[in-house]
């Protein structure tokens, strides 16, 4: 099966401190992937780097066999963990300026996400709530036909309704085509949607593997690993 | 690039339009009150100081407000969707640069005008636009040196929006820190020292000059027009005491090469050394 995303010995250092020290990934088409681990264990830090938002000390990624540039940046629908459109936006706009910069926006999928998520064309950004404005922009991220989705940690500070509906639109409208990176500390909430887990420790990966197989072969949930992972 | 254009104009048009209306206002009552009262109250000498001072502050914040919409990228959120655009970094910044520029020739042009038609409303004398343009036509008005200032302030201002830029990209390289992002000016004026000074010893070992109102071009000495040398920022345009202009044509293209250089230097930057 192809590669959607080559991450080889990947090292990324801030001065003194390894965020990232020698990751070695290759993800494949079609599969969901979550990138498991606490805060400051080098998820955002590997997503940003695949995202072409920072650059690695080390190492090569690759992206549908491209190193990660403008066309990279054409194929990847990224949803960081953070309040990202410009704040003099209305939702109108916004799902204008997706149309204008990205030839795989879907316009029909965005509004029927749209009504989903209960949101107005005419509402304003800066007048959004937390929850709001992770579902408006989970509706631009999923709206478009991209061959990589990367969602750094969609369901973080929404309330339980909010992040139900959020879980629904993931999985409603996934592309099996593409490949999907997840990166949470949610595990339990998340977890029956990942095809293959990745447990960051310390800008390490300490395991990774089939979710279903690691079920198997440790006879729990994959929350359940992640505890006995990262509790000492 | 046009598109990132589009949305940048969208996003400033109220702030622009809101600071085009204040200063006209001010302009307006300013001129009504030097024009229509004789002496003048201390009231009135204070309501045009004020204005002059508030119009003066409302264009350096204006200046300012522009400027910051790079940097804002360089430190806020809204950079995660301006760098994650299948943009390169010279269209980015191409963008920013232009809207600057559109900006800051509204202004201009709007400012300029709004004070032709004030002085031609209140004029004391009774006097039509055609006379106005006789006179100024008999006069003889150096439209051909004028035109080359226009092209070369702009040219000079385009430069130094390039330098800013650049500035603030090297500084959000250099130090992740956002309170010490600031620094960005200092080096902003230890980099225009530099340029500047390059710059003057570009001309001095290459003094050609070109006289715009001639198109003559020569060393200084051979121009007998009795210079005060008016050096500019740049070091390369020269007043002569006809009123005549002589640009130092190589420091001029060096100039020119300079914006360019850190125009690519600038999109470098932003495309493979600013990490977010």
Do not use: C
């Amino acid at each position: 099966m192809k590669h959607m995303v080559e991450i080889r010995n990947l090292t990324k250092t801030y001065f003194t401190k390894r965020a990232l020290n020698n990751i070695n990934l290759n993800i494949e088409e079609g599969k969901v992937v979550g990138i498991l681990g606490p805060n400051g264990s080098g998820k955002t830090t590997l997503i940003k780097i695949l995202t072409g938002l920072l650059r690695q000390s080390k190492g090569e990624v690759l992206i549908d066999g491209h190193k990660v540039g403008t066309y990279t940046k054409s194929i990847v629908s990224y949803l960081p963990d953070r309040n990202f459109l410009y704040t003099w936006m209305t939702v109108k706009d916004a799902f204008m300026f997706y149309k204008d910069f990205y030839r795989d926006f879907d316009e029909g999928k965005f509004k029927e996400l749209l009504d989903f998520m209960q949101l107005e064309m005419d509402m304003k950004i800066r007048t959004l709530s937390k929850g709001m404005h992770e579902k408006l922009n989970l509706a631009l991220v999923l709206s478009r036909n991209a061959k990589l989705y990367v969602l750094d940690e969609p369901i973080a500070g929404v309330d339980p309704v909010a992040r139900d509906q959020i879980l629904d639109a993931i999985i409603n409208n996934y592309n099996e085509k593409s490949s999907m990176l997840i990166t949470t500390h949610l595990v339990r909430d998340m977890e029956n949607i990942f095809d293959d887990v990745v447990f960051l420790k310390n800008g390490e990966i300490v395991l990774e593997g089939n979710a279903e197989v690691l079920r198997e072969e440790k006879g729990k949930r994959i929350d359940e690993i992640y505890k006995e992972i990262f509790v000492v | 690039m046009g598109k990132l254009i589009k949305y940048e104009i969208r996003g400033n048009y109220k702030f622009i339009a809101g600071v085009l209306a204040l200063v006209l206002i001010l302009t307006t009552g300013m001129y009504a009150y030097m024009t229509n009262t004789k002496g003048g109250s201390p009231f009135e000498a204070m309501f045009v100081f004020l204005s002059f001072l508030v119009i003066f502050g409302t264009l350096l914040a204006t200046f300012l407000y522009i400027v910051n919409s790079f940097r804002k990228e360089l430190y806020e959120d809204r950079g995660y969707l301006t760098f994650t655009l299948p943009l390169t970094g010279n269209q980015i910044l191409g963008a920013k640069l232009i809207v600057a520029l559109i900006w800051f020739t509204t202004l201009g042009i709007v400012i300029a005008l709004y004070h032709l038609i004030m002085l031609y409303i209140f004029t004391p004398y009774d006097i039509s636009l055609s006379q106005i343009f006789e006179t100024l036509m008999d006069i003889g008005l150096p439209f051909r040196d004028i035109i080359a200032s226009i092209i070369f302030t702009f040219v000079n201002g385009t430069i130094t929006l390039i330098l800013i830029y650049f500035s603030m990209a090297i500084s959000r390289v250099t130090f992740r820190n956002k309170k010490i992002g600031g620094l960005w000016f200092l080096i902003f004026l230890v980099l225009n020292a530099l340029i500047a000074f390059s710059q003057v010893k570009v001309a001095q070992l290459l003094p050609y000059y070109l006289d715009i109102s001639s198109f003559r071009i020569g060393r200084i000495d051979m121009f007998s027009y009795g210079f005060h040398i008016d050096v500019d920022s740049y070091g390369v345009m020269m007043t002569g005491n006809f009123g005549n202009i002589l640009f130092n044509i190589a420091s001029f293209i060096y100039s020119i090469g300079i914006g360019v250089l850190t125009f690519l230097g600038t999109g470098y930057l932003i495309e493979h050394k600013i990490d977010l």
